[in-house]
């Protein structure tokens, strides 16, 4: 055994049967996916404390560190490598963001850290959850309780790992801003040595983009015209009379193996690496999000260093030191903050609205645009039944009805004032009214983008409200048709 084993081997023992560790492990391992470490390798998966004493157990087993999912599920045990995405969403209760900072410079970790806690705080982020990884990093924890729960009639759960993906893709992009504002002058000079590939970037998998020149030859004599795509310009005889092409047109092009993506058709995929990328410079990269993805839980050992994974305060960030997470003398606290219910929400609207603009998303070919119908004169008395029961308030289903009328007030043209008024009048009708930031975060999602039709009235949506559509609202499908029917106006929906 190396004297590094024999030490943490030594620790282990030591640590692991104190009993407030054992408590902080297994109640943040609630409803997640564990996989103990023995040194160097992992063990079996998925696995689950059913109580705290299991820890020490596995540790008299040989048990050095103990990791857990990002993601919570209904059961950890029934997770199975063949599930398909379905059955992955129909199991999984939610997520966290869990942010994993490391960079082989600790002043710098935790300089990126500030930054990336400042950035949620703008961001409308307040309870926010760090500790110390055990050897070089941090990780920064948003908990699942902080997101809002849909989002335009989906449910958040299911949208991982793309959603945190782009969320924490968003949070890299402004901590980057923040961090050249708290970085030392001659931070470029302490990383002029630095090597970094230089070119285009696949915004998708960041990495270089293989560069072609895609010209467009022509023959000035028989006027036949060839495109080809080199990795250099040069000269071709046309090989129909052996004149030397000229060139009619020609530009770069850059394509990504790995994502099978080109510049040709998907232009905003790429973007130019810039000698400001202070993240590449420090070696981060804080997109580690993926499927049943495992970290590091607080207070598991470090098996490199023999450190605790310590939680810490914002306030101690600044002077930590990594002596500080002694597992000898190590104070015990919650990782998860007490965050209030959806204070994430503009958060997410923000991360979405940037991505949105700054990548290329293809769009779905069975899905056409709808362009909201223009009602001149609107009256009450063309909304459906079903719209107008909802309309007196509900108890159960409130964020469901919510994207109901949302929906459809956009689709018949109503202004946006109009809108948020009779939603805030429909929200004090509820037997328990949702939160008013909520409404608002998701009227302002909905503004920001293209006009989406209300569910048809076969759908769930309704039933699951206590709504039971009428059969002229099931002949006539959806209910703008209702509404276009009523205000004679021509067409069909859904």
């Known amino acids: 055994m190396e004297a590094k084993e024999e030490k943490i081997r030594r620790i282990t023992s030591m640590y692991y049967s104190r009993p407030d560790v054992q408590n902080a492990i297994y109640e943040f391992s609630k409803k997640r996916e564990i996989s103990p470490r023995y040194f160097e390798g992992f063990g079996k998966r998925p696995d689950s404390f059913q109580y705290s004493g299991d820890i020490f157990e596995l540790v008299k087993k040989g048990a050095t560190s103990f990791h857990c999912s ?59 959850g ?42 890299r992009f402004k901590a980057e801003e923040e961090l050249l504002e708290i970085l030392p002058e001659d931070f470029h000079n302490q990383f002029k040595d630095v090597e970094i590939k230089k070119g285009i970037k696949c915004n998708k ?13 022509f023959c000035p004599k028989c006027r036949r015209e060839e495109v080809k795509k080199t990795t250099q310009r040069k000269d071709f005889r046309c090989p129909e009379c052996t004149v030397v092409f000229e060139i009619k047109d020609d530009k770069k092009i850059y394509e990504c193996k790995k994502c099978e993506i080109s510049s040709e058709k998907n232009p905003r995929d790429f973007s130019r690496t810039v000698e400001t990328d202070v993240f590449e410079l420090m070696g981060l990269d804080l997109i580690l999000v993926s499927p049943r993805h495992l970290f590091r839980m607080p207070y598991s050992l470090h098996e490199k260093t023999s450190l605790a994974s310590a939680v810490i305060t914002e306030e101690e960030l600044k002077n930590f030191q990594p002596k500080d997470a002694d597992a000898m003398t190590v104070k015990i606290r919650n990782f998860l903050p ?16 940037w991505h949105k603009e700054n990548f290329h998303e293809p769009k779905e070919t069975k899905q056409t645009d709808f362009k909201p119908i223009k009602i001149d004169k609107f009256s009450d008395s063309f909304l459906p039944p079903s719209i107008q ?40 009708k509820n037997k328990v009214p949702l939160k008013s930031g909520y409404i608002k975060a998701q009227l302002a999602w909905m503004s920001r983008n293209k006009t989406v039709p209300p569910p048809n009235f076969d759908k769930d949506y309704y039933k699951a409200i206590g709504v039971v559509p009428t059969d002229e609202e099931l002949r006539l499908r959806n209910p703008i048709n209702y509404v276009m029917k009523k205000a004679n106006i021509k067409g069909k929906q859904g």
């Open 205 to 217: 998998c960041k990495e270089i983009a293989n560069e072609y020149y895609l010209i467009k030859y």
């Open 389 to 428: 029961k909802i309309l007196q308030g509900i108890g159960d289903g409130r964020k469901r009805a919510l994207f109901i009328l949302v929906n459809l007030f956009n689709s018949i043209g109503m202004e946006k004032d109009e809108i948020e008024k009779r939603i805030l009048d429909w929200n004090k």
């Open 70 to 128: 990002e993601e919570i599920w209904q059961d950890p045990m029934k997770l199975s490598t063949s599930m398909t995405q379905e059955q992955a969403n129909e199991l999984r209760e939610g997520w966290d963001l869990l942010i994993d900072i490391d960079c082989k410079w600790f002043d710098f970790s935790k300089k990126a850290a500030e930054a990336v806690m400042q950035v949620l705080k703008k961001n409308g982020v307040k309870n926010i």
């Open 130 to 171: 760090i500790k110390y990884s055990g050897s070089k990093g941090f990780h920064i924890i948003v908990p699942w309780k902080a997101f809002p729960k849909h989002l335009a009639g989906e449910e958040t759960k299911n949208l991982f790992p793309e959603l945190p993906r782009k969320i924490i893709s968003y949070i």
């Open 338 to 353: 007490n965050s209030k219910e959806g204070e994430a929400t503009e958060l997410v609207i923000q991360a979405l609205d």
